[in-house]
């Protein structure tokens, strides 16, 4: 027997060979699980926490259910490592969110058992049900469908829509909640409270328990288990008690609250669920980061820890001693508190993100006027929009990525309406090794066409904090500003606010042939690849725009006045963003200078570092360089 004989994990190549193992092994392969994400999260960053949560829970699913056959949908995705490692990809987990590896969230096209396509958050309801009620059309009545959903994500208005529709339907769907009291910082609002609250009171599933136990057994039926079943639905039903319970008003049967990390009773209690017909929701207590003790302490560092020492938990940072310039989120989290300090008008809102935009810092320092509303981008835009007509100053900050959710929101109730509201766009742009679900690359393009908005994006830190003050000075309407994820450069920025002239770029450069005109942190890439070009003698003008709407005209007339050729960079979707912006205003005004467009093309940008990615798509310095060479060759 060879060494490695001994391990569970190494024998699993699907689900089905999970199958094949005794319940009582499940324990160690779980541990073995847990031994061998942590092993590779520690030296391939990733998301940890939620994943060491649901190992228990992802053996047991996969363990009771017929997948693929029968459908699980994972919610946001970041906890399914164990599903992935479990369903055939374990050999290739090293190349987790790698360039041309496996993607950190399920992903259709990478394997049967990726169901559904993830990364933004509650959308697992829908989608089950969608598949539910598809399989109840194609007389697929066997097939069961499974959302797991977090309590965090429980809280995204669609997670409730979701929950709606299912409850009027008979669709074979199990809603599991993997409850674990936390989202990526500290789950908020009422949602949250009655979780902990159902949690102390057992009363509902005594008296469940007892129905159960009346009815003939908790766990075989034999064969007349459906109609048992029918029989206890219906006294659950007819119970004064069910409609204090929030599923359960959602038609929804409720069981639990039941321990995630008891693989025994999972397995039973999913055992005796798949007996049901119709939706039913099984509520699961978990512990983010479960299993190692760092992760548990410290639940928010270790969502996505970066490097750490396996055995120790500490965080592994390069020790270089050179002082690196600050991210951009600390720039906006410093400059708001600063702001907010001299105008009382300032609020700040979050949808469920303090520490990944740094609304936290304000948080600390002025709580009364910071808010996280949850995972919920939709209600922060309109809750942003309400504060506004009574005069006060938000600055709503949502990443550009999950903007997306709330587009209606800011067209419908705040440009509309002109109001006073200033949206921070973090991690604009490619953001790396997240990928596809979660690249911030079409804000610039779906704010452009919305009237009364204001589109700018900061060259550096010093133009971030500029623009904030300029904007929260008021009577501007709809003003968004968007920067990417990560650092800026290194320029001084505590103490600059100055006001920007709205609309108004500037020259970086002067040049002969070639201008670049950039828009955001792509301007600092134009200027390097303007002082490579100019040791071949080839000078090269570059253009700050600064705001993409309103676009500088006066400025671009006297760009294609004095160009051949235009080369436009930004970080975003070449359709309809600064590249667009031009050759419209080229045709309008009839210029005859050739306009070379750099930015994301038309298609899905996968995950990669973000350097591999700016590459590929060509807006690295490299990238423009050679643009410029092969427009004056
Ligand atoms: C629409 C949307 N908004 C924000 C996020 C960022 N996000 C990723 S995971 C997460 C927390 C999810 O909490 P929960 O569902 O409780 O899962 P846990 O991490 O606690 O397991 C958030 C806010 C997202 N993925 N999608």
């Not at 928010?300 to 989120?329: C, L, M």
């Not at 100053?393 to 067209?411: G, K, L």
Request: net charge neutral; hydrophobic share 40%; glycine share 10%.
């Amino acid at each position: 027997m060879g060494k490695e004989d001994k391990y569970l994990l190494h024998q699993i190549y699907s689900p089905e060979d999970l199958r094949k193992l005794k319940v009582h092994q499940l324990p160690q392969l779980g541990e073995e699980l847990r031994a061998f994400i942590i092993d590779e999260a520690s030296k391939n960053p990733g998301h940890l926490g939620a994943t060491l949560g649901t190992v228990e829970l992802t053996m047991a699913v996969h363990y009771v259910f017929n997948t693929p056959y029968d459908k699980v949908v994972w919610d946001v995705g970041h906890q399914a490592y164990a599903h992935k490692i479990l369903t055939g990809r374990r050999e290739q987990f090293h190349t987790n969110r790698k360039l041309n590896g496996i993607s950190g969230f399920p992903k259709m096209e990478e394997s049967e058992y990726d169901t559904f396509g993830v990364g933004h958050a509650s959308t697992s309801i829908s989608a089950a049900l969608g598949m539910a009620v598809a399989s109840s059309l194609l007389d697929e009545n066997d097939r069961q469908h499974i959302a797991i959903i977090g309590d965090g994500s429980m809280t995204g208005g669609m997670a409730m829509e979701g929950l709606n529709n299912a409850g009027v339907t008979n669709s074979n769907v199990l809603v599991i909640l993997n409850d674990n009291g936390i989202a990526i910082d500290k789950n908020v609002g009422a949602l949250k409270e009655y979780f902990a609250h159902i949690n102390a009171s057992k009363t509902y599933n005594h008296f469940r328990d007892f129905v159960w136990k009346a009815m003939g057994g908790k766990t075989k039926y034999g064969k007349n288990s459906r109609s048992i079943v029918k029989q206890i639905r219906k006294a659950v039903k007819s119970s004064i008690l069910n409609k204090n319970n929030l599923f359960e008003a959602f038609n929804f049967r409720y069981f639990g609250p039941v321990d995630g990390h008891d693989i025994h009773s999972l397995v039973k209690i999913l055992r005796d669920l798949k007996e049901i017909e119709g939706p039913k929701l099984l509520h699961c207590v978990t512990v983010k980061g479960k299993g190692f003790e760092k992760a548990e302490q410290n639940q928010v560092k270790f969502h996505a820890p970066g490097f750490f020492d396996k055995t120790t938990g500490e965080p592994i940072t390069s020790n270089s001693s050179k002082k690196s310039p600050p991210k951009y989120q600390h720039v906006f989290g410093e400059t708001i508190v600063e702001l907010a300090e001299k105008n009382p008008k300032i609020v700040g809102v979050t949808p469920a993100m303090p520490s990944g935009s740094s609304l936290n810092i304000m948080m600390e320092k002025l709580p009364k006027r910071a808010f996280d509303v949850g995972i919920a981008e939709q209600h922060a835009v309109t809750f942003s929009a309400g504060m506004a007509t009574q005069g006060l100053m938000p600055f709503c900050n949502i990443y550009s990525t999950f903007m997306q959710r709330a587009y209606d929101q800011v067209i419908h109730d705040v440009a509309l309406q002109n109001l006073d509201v200033i949206f921070c766009l973090d991690r604009g742009g490619l953001v790396g090794e997240d990928g596809a679900t979660h690249h911030g690359i079409f804000d610039l393009a779906y704010f452009r066409c919305i009237p009364n908005m204001i589109v700018a994006a900061p060259m550096n830190e010093k133009e971030l904090r500029d623009m904030m003050y300029t904007a929260q000075q008021g009577g501007l309407g709809a003003f968004s500003i968007r920067y990417p994820r990560g650092k800026g450069v290194m320029i001084d920025w505590q103490t600059s606010m100055e006001t920007m002239p709205i609309g108004k770029g500037e020259a970086l450069k002067q040049g002969d042939k070639v201008a670049i005109v950039a828009i955001g942190h792509p301007g600092n890439d134009a200027l390097s690849a303007a002082q490579l070009l100019e040791k071949e003698k080839i000078n090269v003008a570059v253009y700050n725009m600064r705001f993409l709407k309103p676009l500088d005209e006066a400025l671009l007339h006297q760009v294609f006045k004095s160009h051949e050729h235009i080369i436009t960079v930004e970080d975003g979707t070449i359709i309809g963003g600064l590249g667009s912006a031009v050759e419209e205003f080229k045709n309008e005004h009839t210029y005859t200078a050739k306009v070379y467009k750099l930015g994301v093309p038309d298609q899905f940008i996968e995950h990669g570092t973000r350097e591999e990615l700016i590459k590929i798509c060509g807006f690295d310095i490299d990238g423009i360089v050679n643009t410029v060479r092969k427009a004056i060759s």
